[in-house]
């Protein structure tokens, strides 16, 4: 019997109580503090399983030193699914520079409580304790680490997470489709072991079981101990199973390790709009769960924001959304997001403002090909602007956000999301001025992450020019304004392919444009991109050409250069301008980088004194 959504899921067996609840059916395991927002994995997991029939109860960050945590619910008759949070928990806790951070923003009062390798960690503890009970394993930490991989904090190629840990059955991507399906599945008296033909999922078969078949036409790739032992082997193993992130021609990737086979079905198929507004449409509370006494620093930034798509097809280098929302945008009905945003209207602390309306990328909502009903995302390309089957329109989106203007109670609408500028300058319709108008507040978010043509071109980014021109119509939106808005622009550090001489020309060009730049990203290698495969393996992976690979040092000088207004670095911007070549950038004033004389840092590079 279906039972009505309660404005918490419960947390504990007193809560099950009042529900009338004496065992849940589904116990989720969440590395992040239980907020019932749409935004967070536990909230929008959990409240599609209990839409489907199903009471969950959640067990938010355990104490994985002891048991009690673990065995504060009980058994379900289903199953654990075990997520380790928002974020990689690598990611979460650790810099790019390997230093622990001393807070976690998806945590009460921002005070740490997550384990490193979260997925196994509560994976391992929950199957020790109840050993007969199936374990489903999900979450962005689980998804990334799906076959064998490069790990930056171990400096090392590490097993597939599935081989490592002790579940029965691992969920890729967004899994709302995954999580129901094995639910019903097991509800009806299916054996864990049945369920090898999921869409989105991963299993693994013992070798000797394995007859080079599954439920999918399948490809092999290189077993781990090959990738472990050879770059190239690794490359190639990454550019196969890259190009089969396609949820309607993908193929199963099957990739042998030491003790077990990993097979990963096809992708699970893109959710309609339809389907994609039932799920927003839930009934989340967007709060942290009562039991919590400090704030959730995580929660405040999205409470009153709206997602309206999913996926994105910009294919940037760096990023692992191909293997995790793929490429093919999946919007929201305008309708949809107006009663989102008449809801908010009767929400305790709304006052007015809609924070952002996004995605991914947020003005992708609305975009469609023609050719990704049928055959998904083209395999030898990325979407670009000028494909004639893309719909690089902002028509529906200006549609959206004039809509969502007109709802009683809202005052003021933002995008707060990152937007590709390449989209806008290439709309003859030019979005930007009404959104300068009505949906930008101080500043707007941009990514354009360099501009030194090579570094960009592996980036899978537009060039510099391509900037330019939206700096341009960006400063002719600001004219006559009496308060003017400003571009906050994210460059990027140290990605594969990038010199040091590449970082001076950044930074002038930074210098020449005024630019602001209130965050420094110094590329940290994560699990499944492109960029983290060049790291390791001095290749691009989609030609086999060298890539040069800033380290060590190199990394420190980088990173200096993008902040050379800060007196603190100045040594290192000394040191990289006299190994660029660059002495006449030395001079304080016009014409130079430097405004005042630092004592110069310790080189660790070889190239001759100044």
């Known amino acids: 019997m279906k039972r009505r959504q309660p404005k918490f899921l419960p947390m504990s067996k007193g809560e099950g109580k009042g529900l009338r609840i004496d065992q849940f059916d589904v116990i989720l395991v969440s590395g992040d503090a239980y907020v019932d927002h749409p935004s967070f994995s536990t909230a929008i997991i959990g409240r599609v399983l209990w839409d489907a029939g199903f009471t969950v109860g959640v067990i938010a960050q355990p104490d994985w030193k002891g048991n009690d945590d673990f065995l504060r619910l009980g058994d379900p008759p289903l199953f654990f699914a075990i997520c380790p949070g928002n974020c990689d928990s690598l990611v979460n806790n650790y810099t790019a520079a390997k230093k622990r951070r001393s807070s976690d923003v998806y945590s ?8 490193d390798r979260a997925g196994i960690v509560y994976t391992d503890r929950v199957h020790a304790l109840f050993p007969g009970i199936p374990i489903v394993l999900g979450g962005i930490e689980a998804s990334l680490r799906r076959f064998a991989h490069y790990d930056y904090w171990s400096d090392s190629v590490r097993h597939s997470i599935l081989a490592d840990a002790p579940a029965d059955l691992l969920v890729y991507g967004m899994g709302e489709q ?9 509800d009806k ?5 049945s369920l090898t033909d999921i869409r989105g999922t991963v299993y693994r078969v013992p070798p000797a079981q394995y007859d080079g078949t599954c439920g999918f036409p399948a490809l092999e790739i290189p077993p781990f101990s090959e990738v472990a032992a050879d770059k190239v082997a690794y490359a190639r193993a990454f550019a196969t199973h890259y190009r089969e992130q396609n949820p309607l021609r993908g193929r199963a990737v099957v990739q042998r390790h030491p003790k077990t086979i990993i097979i990963q079905n096809p992708p699970a198929l893109p959710l309609s709009t339809q389907d994609l507004d039932a799920i927003y449409e839930l009934p989340y509370s967007r709060e942290v769960h009562p039991s919590y006494t400090l704030p959730v620093p995580a929660l405040e930034p999205v409470r009153f924001s709206l ?4 996926g994105c097809f910009g294919g940037c280098s760096f990023c692992a959304l191909t293997h995790h929302q793929g490429r093919i945008i999946q919007s929201r009905s305008i309708d949809s997001l107006v009663k989102e945003a008449i809801r908010l209207t ?19 909502y609305g975009m469609e090909c023609a050719r990704w009903q049928t055959e998904g995302p083209c395999p030898d390309r990325a979407c670009s602007v000028g494909c004639p089957n893309l719909l690089a329109s902002h028509r529906r989106q200006m549609a959206l956000l004039r809509r969502l203007r007109e ?6 609408v933002f995008i707060g999301s990152g937007m590709r500028y390449d989209l806008i300058v290439a709309d003859p319709e030019d979005p930007l001025p009404e959104m300068c108008a009505h949906h930008i507040s101080g500043h707007l978010k941009v ?15 537009p060039g510099k020019e391509v900037f330019e021109r939206f700096l341009a119509s960006f400063s002719k939106c600001q004219e006559g304004k009496e308060k003017k808005q400003y571009i906050l622009p994210y460059f990027m550090s140290s990605h594969p392919g990038c010199t040091v001489g590449d970082m001076v020309d950044l930074a002038v060009f930074i210098r020449d444009h005024d630019l602001y730049t209130e965050q420094v990203q110094d590329f940290t290698p994560t699990p499944m991109t492109v960029s983290t495969c060049m790291y390791y393996t001095g290749l691009n ?16 000088v980088q990173r200096a250069l993008l902040r050379y207004r800060d007196r603190h670095v100045r040594g290192l911007v000394e040191e990289g301008l006299c190994f660029a070549g660059r002495k006449d950038l030395l001079q304080k004033g016009r014409g130079g980088l430097l405004s005042s004389r630092e004592k110069k840092g310790k080189s660790g590079m070889r190239q001759e004194e100044c």
Do not use: C, Y
């Open 108 to 115: 009460p009062g921002g005070i740490p409580r997550r384990p």
């Open 447 to 461: 990514a354009p992450e360099h501009t030194s043509p090579a570094v960009t071109a592996l980036m899978g980014k």
């Open 307 to 310: 997602t309206s798509h999913r």
């Open 346 to 364: 009767r929400m305790r602390g709304f006052s007015g403002i809609i924070s952002d309306v996004g995605g991914p990328t947020a003005n992708m």
């Open 541 to 556: 992976p989609l030609t086999l050409d060298p890539v040069h690979v800033p380290k060590g040092h190199e990394k420190q």
């Open 407 to 412: 709802v009683p109670g809202v005052r003021r």
């Open 189 to 193: 008296g299916e054996p864990p072991v």
């Open 178 to 186: 995954q999580v129901r399906e094995i639910a019903l599945r097991l």
